[in-house]
């Protein structure tokens, strides 16, 4: 008996979902943001081991924000935040993220030009008294020695030591502010669902009970004031 096989037209829908799967990618970063000298786990080591994340990987980086104009082309009602990420090999990751109340319908260019990496993604922060916030990003990345004259980018004084603690999907990052203070995030890239809102809101209790306050308050807010 001749083996059957199946044509390519039906055979067709299945290669095409998989191949779906393969590369889709999450579309939602889960966040809490913290200052221990408040209250809670004062570092990553302790929100791993109370999360039972598991071994971990750490990593170091230098971060400098940039004063910049809004380029011509971005969003409107677009927050333009700039910034350098130099790793411990000597590289640099320079940033540009447009941030806004509402998510974009359409395209959006990227000012670091066609080799960047870009990426969209709702940024789902936890805050004080179980609040959520909502705010839609628009991120484009280019490893390089400087921004394009174009951007007018021009750098703060200041620099902040970050650590990044990486570990069963989750990220803890700790921040050197410049008025002396720590700051401590911790961070899951999911899909934008109930299911996973759920899971990470388990982890924000479990530091909560352990005493941390969460605050709103962004990154480049706590950290790119350099007085």
């Not at 083996?3 to 998989?18: D, G, M």
């Not at 400087?146 to 902040?160: D, K, W």
């Not at 969460?214 to 990154?219: I, Y």
Request: aromatic letters at 8%.
């Amino acid at each position: 008996m001749t083996p059957s096989i199946a044509s390519p037209r039906a055979s067709f829908p299945l290669a095409f979902a998989i191949a779906a799967l393969a590369f889709s990618s999450p579309d939602a970063e889960y966040a809490m943001r913290w200052e221990p000298a408040d209250g809670g786990p004062q570092s990553a080591s302790e929100v791993a081991y109370l999360l039972g994340l598991g071994t971990p990987t750490v990593t170091t980086f230098e971060v400098r924000y940039y004063d910049a104009p809004p380029p011509a082309n971005a969003p409107d009602s677009a927050r333009t935040i700039v910034r350098e990420r130099a790793r411990e090999n000597g590289a640099s990751d320079l940033i540009v993220k447009y941030r806004r109340a509402a998510p974009l319908h359409g395209t959006w260019s990227c000012p670091l030009g066609t080799a960047a990496k870009r990426a969209a993604q709702v940024d789902v922060g936890f805050g004080p008294g179980d609040s959520v916030e909502r705010v839609y990003s628009y991120t484009c990345e280019l490893v390089a020695d400087s921004f394009p004259p174009s951007l007018h980018a021009t750098p703060r004084a200041c620099t902040i030591a970050e650590t990044r603690t990486t570990a069963n999907g989750v990220k803890i990052e700790a921040w050197q502010l410049p008025n002396g203070r720590t700051l401590l995030e911790i961070s899951h890239v999911a899909k934008d669902s109930r299911k996973e809102l759920d899971k990470f809101r388990a982890m924000v209790d479990k530091l909560v009970v352990a005493g941390a306050r969460p605050t709103l308050a962004s990154k480049t807010r706590l950290a790119g004031q350099c007085g």
